[in-house]
C-alpha cells in the first residue's frame, strides 16, 4: 500500500475531475483536472533535477494556487517539502538552509539576490523564483514537465515535511512530520468537524504555517471539495465570500477583525455551517460578541507544529468559551503534576500527548528528542492547561511563561482573564521580569480599548489585590495601543521581557 500522503488525496478527488477545486479572489477557477496536471508538472520537473524521495525542497514563496500546488506536486514526488515565513530575514533563511540541506531552494524574486549568496555559500544546487502572481522561473522552467506522474511510493513513516518551529527560546527546531502524521490528523479533523458533500472552505490564512497548510488544506482536499481561496485576510472580502462558503478557519485577529466592522452582521454568515478558531487564544468576549451578532458560535481546538491538532470543541454538543474541547480520537492527553502524575480535573499541569499526529522526534536533534519524550512515548508540549469535569481542555499558558516569584508559581491566564474584563481593557499579556528580590515580578502589559476611559496603573493593582494573593499581583502595569504578535497572531511574550526586562 502506497502511504504517500498524496495517494490519499488522490483517492477522495470527485470522478468528475472538471469539478472546481479552487477559486481566488480574483476569480479564476482552477479544476481538479488542473489540479493533478499541475501537481504532476511540479513533481516531473523536481525529479527530472536529480531529486530523489527524501530530499528536502524549501520554499520561501508568498501566498498562491501555485505555491499549493507546488506543495502538492513535492509530496507527490515523495520529497521533503519546508516551508519558510516570508517574514525571515537572511540571517535565519541561512540557518535553516543549513541545518536541513535542501537540494532545491524557491524564493520570492525579490529575496533572490541574498539567497542566491546563501544558496552558493551552502553548496544548493537549485533556485528558483515563484511570485505572488504565480509567476517565476519555476513555472517558466517547469512549464514543458510531462503533465503526468505517479505518486511515489512511501512508507507512513517517511518525513512529509519539515516545519520550523519559532524559536523563541533559542535555536528553532526542525519539527519532523510523516506522511503518517499529516494523513492521521487530517482524517480525523475530516470526521470530527462533519465535512460534508457541497462544503466550500473560505481559505484566507498564510501557507507557511500548520493551520493554513495541513489543517485548512487538507480537509478541503480529503472532501474533495472547493476552496475559495484569498491571497491574505481582509475583512472586506470575507465579507463578500462568506455568503458563497461554509466553513471558515480563522486567527482570533480575524475575528476581531470582522467584529470591529458595524456592516458585518448576521445576513453574511447565514450560509456558514462551521467558524474555526486557532493558533492563538480565542478572549472569551471574542467567542460571546460573536455570538451575540451572528447568531454562529466558534469552534476552538488546539495544536501545535510538533504535533498537528491534539483536541477539539464538538461539532455537536456544548462548545465552551475559554476552552479548547475534549481530545480528538485517536489522541491521548494527560495532564499531570510537577511528580510525573495525572492532576485531577480543575488543577493545573503540564500537557503531554500521544497519537499517530506526533511528531517522531526533530531533525537532527537526538538530544533534544530524548528531552521531549515520557519513556512511554508521550511527547511534552510545553504547554500547561487543565480539565474541567466534562473533559473540556483548557490552555493557562506555556510552561516557559511560567512566572515564578519568591519562590510561588504564577500562571499568567488567571490574571490575564480578570485584567480582560475590566472596563477599559481590550487585552493583556502577563510576563515575569528579573527582581533582584523576588528573582522575578510579576508585570502586566494591557491594551487600551479605544474610546475608553484611560487605564490607570494604580487602580489596576487595586483590582487585582481584591481578588488574587498578593504574590500574583503585578508589581508593574504597563498600558500600551497593542502587543507585539508573530505570523500566526500569538502574543510575542519573549519581546515584552525583552522589552520591559530592562525597564
Not at 333 to 344: I, Q, S, T
Not at 357 to 371: D, F, I, T
Request: with cysteine; net charge neutral; aromatic share 8%.
Amino acid at each position: 500500500m502506497n502511504h504517500n500522503l498524496h495517494a490519499l488525496f488522490e483517492s477522495r478527488f470527485p470522478l468528475d475531475r472538471d469539478t472546481v477545486f479552487l477559486e481566488t479572489d480574483h476569480g479564476v477557477a482552477v479544476t481538479f483536472r488542473e489540479l493533478d496536471q499541475a501537481t504532476a508538472r511540479f513533481a516531473s520537473y523536481l525529479t527530472g533535477l536529480g531529486l530523489k524521495p527524501g530530499d528536502r525542497v524549501a520554499a520561501q514563496v508568498e501566498k498562491s494556487p501555485q505555491a499549493l500546488f507546488l506543495y502538492l506536486g513535492c509530496l507527490r514526488a515523495g520529497l521533503v517539502w519546508l516551508p519558510l515565513n516570508t517574514a525571515y530575514q537572511s540571517a535565519e533563511v541561512e540557518y535553516f538552509l543549513g541545518n536541513a540541506e535542501p537540494r532545491a531552494v524557491i524564493t520570492q524574486p525579490k529575496s533572490l539576490a541574498w539567497t542566491d549568496e546563501i544558496c552558493t555559500r551552502l553548496v544548493i544546487p537549485h533556485l528558483l523564483t515563484l511570485d505572488e502572481h504565480g509567476q517565476g522561473t519555476l513555472m517558466e522552467r517547469s512549464a514543458a514537465a510531462t503533465a503526468t506522474f505517479d505518486t511515489a511510493m512511501r512508507a507512513a513513516d517517511d518525513l512529509a515535511a519539515i516545519l520550523y518551529t519559532s524559536g523563541t527560546t533559542g535555536r528553532s527546531k526542525g519539527a519532523m512530520i510523516t506522511h503518517r502524521n499529516l494523513a492521521s490528523n487530517a482524517l480525523a479533523l475530516h470526521k470530527t468537524w462533519g465535512f460534508r458533500p457541497g462544503d466550500v472552505l473560505l481559505h484566507t490564512l498564510p501557507l507557511f504555517h500548520v493551520h493554513g497548510l495541513f489543517v485548512a488544506c487538507h480537509c478541503a482536499l480529503l472532501n474533495g471539495g472547493r476552496m475559495i481561496f484569498h491571497s491574505r485576510f481582509e475583512a472586506a472580502a470575507v465579507m463578500r465570500a462568506l455568503p458563497r462558503a461554509t466553513v471558515f478557519m480563522g486567527v482570533p485577529t480575524y475575528y476581531v477583525r470582522l467584529l470591529a466592522d458595524e456592516k458585518f452582521d448576521r445576513a453574511h454568515v447565514a450560509n456558514i455551517r462551521l467558524f474555526i478558531s486557532g493558533s492563538a487564544p480565542l478572549l472569551t468576549e471574542t467567542f460571546e460578541a460573536f455570538r451575540e451578532r451572528t447568531g454562529k458560535v466558534i469552534l476552538e481546538r488546539y495544536g501545535m507544529t510538533e504535533t498537528g491538532m491534539i483536541t477539539s470543541n464538538p461539532l455537536e454538543g456544548e462548545r465552551k468559551g475559554g476552552t479548547v474541547g475534549p481530545p480528538l480520537p485517536g489522541v491521548s492527553v494527560l495532564v499531570e503534576g510537577a511528580d510525573g502524575a495525572p492532576v485531577k480535573s480543575g488543577e493545573i499541569g503540564d500537557i503531554l500527548v500521544k497519537g499517530d499526529n506526533v511528531l517522531p522526534g526533530y531533525w537532527r536533534m537526538p538530544e533534544k528528542n530524548a528531552e521531549e519524550f515520557t519513556a512511554d512515548g508521550y511527547f511534552k508540549t510545553g504547554d500547561v492547561g487543565r480539565f474541567d469535569e466534562d473533559g473540556y481542555l483548557s490552555i493557562v499558558g506555556r510552561s516557559k511563561d511560567l512566572v515564578i516569584t519568591g519562590g510561588y508559581n504564577v500562571y499568567p491566564k488567571e490574571i490575564e482573564l480578570l485584567l480582560d474584563e475590566m472596563p477599559g481593557v481590550a487585552e493583556s499579556a502577563v510576563i515575569g521580569v528579573p527582581h533582584p528580590d523576588f528573582g522575578e515580578a510579576v508585570t502586566a502589559v494591557v491594551v487600551q480599548k479605544a474610546g475608553a476611559t484611560p487605564v490607570v496603573e494604580s487602580e489596576v493593582i487595586a483590582m487585582l489585590k481584591s481578588k488574587l494573593a498578593n504574590f500574583k499581583v503585578p508589581k508593574r502595569v504597563h498600558v500600551v495601543t497593542d502587543l507585539p504578535r508573530n505570523a500566526m497572531g500569538k502574543v510575542q511574550k519573549n519581546v515584552l521581557r525583552q522589552q520591559y526586562g530592562k525597564a
